[in-house]
């Protein structure tokens, strides 16, 4: 909350309706990440993957939880949103995973404006993540913005229309799975690779 005196007033400026972005540094990841590497890339040699949000990139089925050797990772996750859950409101609200996948940009490669329905909260780790491989973009999420827009003097929290958040291996980001967001494209020369998910009410 900020306060602001005047000689005429003392104001204060309250901050409602805030969206939460919380961000997780593991550590010790660099073992995680080359376990993680290894099944992707054996998943990506055995199948096609699907078209979601993905444009040019190798997007896996969502059954990353059902496999063993992610076993280690889901209890990292599941640990950080019940944190998260906890630090929100929802401590005492059942939450199970939804889905978990995998993403390989490599050059050029993006992911579409999107937004995960139906669930409580979402996020991404890095796995591997090149100079230049593409930043997470989150979008405001009030619509009614955009009815008018006019010019701004500088771009703050109040007047910014979009959040560019870089990537960096090791980092788990979880957010509302409202929260509208998508990847810029890889520009490097090597892939980009993460794992997203969803978790729902049980």
Known sequence: MDVMTHDRWVATCHTLFPTALFSFQLHNHEELDQLLLTVIHQLKQSDVGRVASNVLGWHSQGNLFDLEEIKPFQEVVTAAIAECANAMGYGNVPIRPANCWANVNPKYASNKIHDHANCL???????????????????????????????????????????AHPPEAGILLIFPSWLKHGVDPNLSEEERVSISFNYVFS
């Open 121 to 163: 909260f979402s996020g991404v780790y890095y796995v591997k993540t090149p100079k230049d491989s593409g930043n997470l973009m989150f979008y405001d999420p009030r619509e009614a913005r955009t009815f008018y827009k006019p010019a701004v003097q500088a771009f703050t929290a109040y007047t910014a229309d979009a959040v």
